[in-house]
Every structure is written in structure tokens, then in C-alpha cells.
């Protein structure tokens, strides 16, 4: 039997035809792609009428950002860490934020 692997049920050769240089163009009706005057016509959600907004309840609206405080890092902890701070709930990379200021400051 001559059976293909799959790979998240895709060939080899066809992961290999997603990145080479040669794939084809896609075209999705439903879904365009942009041309650069569209870009203009976009607005920050903040602008839209309050019946739209009403319409998608878990858009969050943020106010103008004060410099940035904080710095976007990859980092990698080991896995009781991360299940500890994660146990805790929403906010969990903050309180480890708040762990490490403290340790800061008790090394002196």
C-alpha cells in the first residue's frame, strides 16, 4: 500500500509548495485584497457610532498611550513558572512583572 504521510494533513509536497517562491497568486471574491486607497477609507474604531459598537460588546476602546512603560521581550521560563503565574488567573505576566521588580529591589 502505498500510503502518503501527512503532515496536519498536508502532503510533504504540498507544505513544500506553500513556501517556495512559486506559489500562485490566491483569489478569494469574498475577501480582495487591498489596493492602497483603500487604506484611507479606514477609520480607528474609536469613531464608530456608539449603535455599531454596542453591536460588538468585547471591542475595547483604548484612550490615547502615555509613553510605553514596558518592553516587548521573548522569554523563556520553565514550565512550573508559567503554570504557577497562569493558575492565578487574568494578569498573570503582570504579577510576574511585579515578581521580578521585587526581587530587584531585595538584591539591592
Known amino acids: 500500500m502505498n500510503k502518503k504521510r501527512t503532515y496536519g494533513g498536508y502532503t510533504m509536497e504540498e507544505l513544500r509548495q506553500f513556501v517556495s517562491d512559486d506559489v500562485p497568486e490566491v483569489h478569494d471574491e469574498d475577501n480582495p485584497p487591498l489596493a492602497p486607497e483603500d487604506w484611507k477609507n479606514f477609520r480607528d ?8 459598537l454596542a453591536a460588538f ?19 523563556r521560563l520553565s514550565r ?27 538584591a539591592g
Open 45 to 52: 474604531v474609536s469613531e464608530l457610532p456608539p449603535e455599531i
Open 57 to 75: 460588546p468585547r471591542t475595547k476602546v483604548r484612550g490615547p498611550q502615555k509613553t510605553p512603560t514596558k518592553v516587548p521581550v521573548s522569554l
Open 80 to 106: 512550573d513558572v508559567v503554570d504557577h503565574f497562569k493558575a492565578t488567573g487574568e494578569g498573570w505576566q503582570t504579577r510576574i512583572d511585579e515578581t521580578l521588580k521585587q526581587a530587584i529591589k531585595k
